[in-house]
């Protein structure tokens, strides 16, 4: 649901995209402090799949949450489909997070006493549509992602591609401006991972906004483009030429 | 870029119970246990409060149909108090008081009573022999368990009625097979056996006998020991400032009135005060089912933190965790409360229906109980339901 008009004196980030870090630090008050983020920007466009690669402790999952509104940056400014995460209170952000954006991660956060149709509703629970909606999206999700067949399954006993696919119909099921996953396949084997990154790009192709984060490097350089981070700054920003 | 429409999070009210039971449904038997401390107390504080109820409430019936208007007269025993006799025209003179509508004298008579006669003299049965007015059975409201009461024309002969204590010792149940006791030195014929008598609980350690056959056969100087006396139940208390004048206007002093049905009243405060103890119990059953709800959910907090983390990821306000949690806490004291109420009011009517009493669960007991449960849930959840909205989502999501 997008609305032509721009916010009068909003960011000058240019139209068609969809997510813009403009210069953002993240700064832990440990002792000694952690710059995470040590000062990062970064445009992700309209139907864009991007992979952010980078060793551990580089400040990936620090980026996500900041992308994600999960965090708000030390300084800089985080622009989510057209508004300014600085200028948004907790509740506003709560709801850009409703509609906009979805989240998938490692660890998939399934509900377990819970069907997969249900898990996969959830990710509309809170725009306050109405219960039999949400489930007609789910379905319509999940068949998707190729578990139209598991529709009634409880979490647990799915196995762990079947629950990724779950949580990524989940992230999907309302249509958001961006898709944020965290190590979608840091806890899935090679071949079901495989699966899962084919399944991204797949619905990339569909027209969804994808950013992955991913310590490895071979599925990152397999997306369209790739964000190489260390110690909380851009190493590189990569077009992968034969995509 | 352009902007997005922004409407505010939403959660359904029905959503809202949907979400504040998924504690609940995958984690059934802490759930459970979480609320048998609140449904203990309910039930204590139910069941005492209803059964309070029915028994003043048979106390009532009882007095209803007993009378509070019945009166004993005696002369003082102890020291200083008197001969212990009543003067012999006492009940003559207490019959003529205006409002006193019936009067019934006992005379306590020197005999023993025992089902055969090869019992030593020296071994005394603890049953009395009281020589009696034939109205006394209507006089004391009392009633017959089996047989007649004395008459007009049995009061002359031989013949017994037995108090149920009496009967009991004697291994008499009934008359159908005409037994016979031996009464001073001579046979009676038991005509009647007697049901309890609220009033008067001495009598029914007796053998009750007529006035005439205690000074023909048992050569006894029938004086009046007791009067009892019935009065208009209007002027109860006017007959109770004559009646010692009346009974013995030389020595008013001697004479003991006193209300039968004042200790049953009595006996019904005592248990008021148990109700009040039991109540205390109940409600420190209450007070740790609180603290036992509040102890869980501030577990389940720490557990679920990753479910608190991706709620805020898909769109929770800080308002809605607080919602969930809080209306989890709620929904394990209602579930107490309900099974607290259903079980106090088990209890009461077993116990009630025991005592053939009718089973009254006063309003207050089960509305108060609900809402003490429901008061008790929210106090117990709101700590926890804070910490849990409080979570930053990030720290949420990192633990696990
Ligand atoms: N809440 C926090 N408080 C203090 N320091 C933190 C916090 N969260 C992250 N850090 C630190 O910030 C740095 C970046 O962490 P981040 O989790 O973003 O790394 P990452 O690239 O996701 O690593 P990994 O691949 O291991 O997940 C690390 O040094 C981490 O220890
Ligand atoms: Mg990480």
């Known amino acids: 649901m997008t609305t032509t008009a721009l916010e009068p004196g909003s960011p000058s980030a240019p139209p068609g995209l969809v997510l813009s870090i403009q210069d953002v630090t993240m700064v832990y008050p440990t002792e000694p402090p952690v710059h995470a983020l040590a000062g990062v920007s970064l445009d992700v466009g309209e139907g864009e799949l991007l992979g952010v690669v980078g060793p551990s402790g580089s400040g990936k999952s620090t980026l996500l949450h900041v992308m994600g509104t999960l965090d708000r940056p030390t300084t800089g400014d985080v622009i989510v489909a057209g508004?300014?995460?600085?200028?948004?209170?907790?509740?506003?952000?709560?709801?850009?997070?409703?509609?906009?954006?979805?989240?998938?991660?490692?660890?998939?956060?399934?509900?377990?006493?819970?069907?997969?149709?249900?898990?996969?509703?959830?990710?509309?629970?809170?725009?306050?549509?109405?219960?039999?909606?949400?489930?007609?999206?789910?379905?319509?999700?999940?068949?998707?992602?190729?578990?139209?067949?598991?529709?009634?399954?409880?979490?647990?006993?799915?196995?762990?591609?079947?629950?990724?696919?779950?949580?990524?119909?989940?992230?999907?099921?309302?249509?958001?401006?961006?898709?944020?996953?965290?190590?979608?396949?840091?806890?899935?084997?090679?071949?079901?991972?495989?699966?899962?990154?084919?399944?991204?790009?797949?619905?990339?192709?569909?027209?969804?906004?994808?950013?992955?984060?991913?310590?490895?490097?071979?599925?990152?350089?397999?997306?369209?483009?790739?964000?190489?981070?260390?110690?909380?700054?851009?190493?590189s920003d990569l077009q992968n030429g034969d995509h | 870029m352009a902007k997005t429409d922004l409407a505010p999070s939403r959660l359904h009210f029905g959503d809202l119970g949907r979400t504040a039971s998924v504690g609940l449904r995958t984690r059934k038997t802490r759930a459970a246990l979480s609320a048998v401390g609140i449904m203990i107390g309910i039930a204590a504080m139910v069941s005492v409060l209803g059964l309070?109820?029915?028994?003043?409430?048979?106390?009532?019936?009882?007095?209803?149909?007993?009378?509070?208007?019945?009166?004993?007269?005696?002369?003082?025993?102890?020291?200083?108090?008197?001969?212990?006799?009543?003067?012999?025209?006492?009940?003559?003179?207490?019959?003529?008081?205006?409002?006193?509508?019936?009067?019934?004298?006992?005379?306590?008579?020197?005999?023993?009573?025992?089902?055969?006669?090869?019992?030593?003299?020296?071994?005394?049965?603890?049953?009395?022999?009281?020589?009696?007015?034939?109205?006394?059975?209507?006089?004391?409201?009392?009633?017959?368990?089996?047989?007649?009461?004395?008459?007009?024309?049995?009061?002359?002969?031989?013949?017994?009625?037995?108090?149920?204590?009496?009967?009991?010792?004697?291994?008499?149940?009934?008359?159908?097979?005409?037994?016979?006791?031996?009464?001073?030195?001579?046979?009676?014929?038991?005509?009647?056996?007697?049901?309890?008598?609220?009033?008067?609980?001495?009598?029914?350690?007796?053998?009750?006998?007529?006035?005439?056959?205690?000074?023909?056969?048992?050569?006894?100087?029938a004086v009046a020991g007791s009067i009892y006396v019935r009065t208009n139940p209007q002027f109860v208390d006017s007959v109770m400032d004559v009646l010692p004048a009346s009974a013995n206007p030389q020595n008013p002093e001697e004479i003991e009135v006193s209300r039968p049905s004042d200790a049953l009243e009595a006996r019904e405060a005592a248990s008021d005060a148990f109700t009040t103890l039991f109540l205390g119990l109940g409600a420190v059953a209450l007070l740790v089912g609180g603290v036992g709800i509040a102890n869980v959910m501030v577990i389940s907090v720490l557990e679920r933190r990753a479910e608190i983390g991706l709620r805020r990821a898909l769109g929770a306000t800080r308002r809605h965790v607080a919602v969930q949690f809080l209306g989890e806490a709620l929904l394990l004291a209602i579930i107490g409360g309900v099974g607290g109420v259903l079980l106090g009011v088990g209890v009461t009517a077993i116990y009630a229906s025991s005592q053939g009493w009718a089973i009254l669960v006063p309003t207050l007991a089960w509305a108060g109980g609900l809402t003490a449960a429901i008061l008790i849930g929210a106090i117990a959840g709101l700590y926890p339901a804070l910490r849990a909205s409080r979570l930053s989502p990030t720290e949420a999501l990192r633990t696990s």
């Open chain 1, 83 to 235: 508004h300014s995460v600085s200028s948004l209170s907790d509740r506003e952000l709560s709801s850009l997070r409703a509609r906009h954006i979805g989240f998938v991660f490692q660890q998939f956060h399934l509900l377990n006493g819970y069907t997969a149709l249900d898990n996969v509703a959830d990710g509309l629970l809170y725009t306050g549509m109405a219960l039999y909606d949400r489930r007609e999206m789910a379905a319509h999700a999940l068949v998707r992602v190729g578990l139209g067949s598991r529709l009634m399954h409880t979490a647990t006993k799915l196995s762990g591609g079947e629950k990724q696919r779950v949580a990524i119909a989940r992230a999907l099921v309302g249509r958001p401006a961006i898709v944020l996953a965290d190590e979608p396949t840091g806890n899935l084997d090679t071949k079901t991972s495989d699966s899962i990154v084919e399944l991204i790009e797949e619905l990339h192709d569909e027209g969804a906004s994808i950013v992955v984060i991913t310590h490895n490097r071979d599925i990152a350089k397999r997306f369209p483009r790739t964000v190489s981070l260390r110690d909380g700054l851009i190493e």
């Open chain 2, 52 to 221: 309070s109820e029915s028994s003043k409430w048979d106390l009532l019936a009882q007095l209803d149909r007993l009378g509070t208007n019945l009166l004993t007269v005696q002369a003082g025993q102890g020291i200083g108090a008197g001969s212990g006799q009543l003067p012999e025209e006492a009940a003559g003179m207490v019959a003529r008081i205006g409002p006193v509508e019936a009067t019934s004298t006992i005379s306590a008579v020197d005999a023993s009573v025992y089902k055969s006669d090869f019992i030593p003299s020296g071994q005394t049965s603890g049953i009395s022999v009281q020589a009696v007015d034939v109205n006394l059975l209507e006089t004391l409201g009392g009633r017959l368990a089996d047989g007649d009461f004395l008459s007009e024309a049995t009061a002359d002969y031989p013949t017994a009625v037995l108090g149920s204590v009496a009967a009991e010792r004697l291994g008499i149940r009934d008359v159908d097979d005409q037994p016979l006791v031996w009464l001073g030195d001579q046979w009676f014929a038991v005509i009647g056996v007697l049901q309890e008598f609220e009033l008067s609980p001495n009598l029914d350690r007796a053998a009750l006998i007529g006035v005439n056959a205690s000074e023909t056969f048992l050569d006894h100087d």
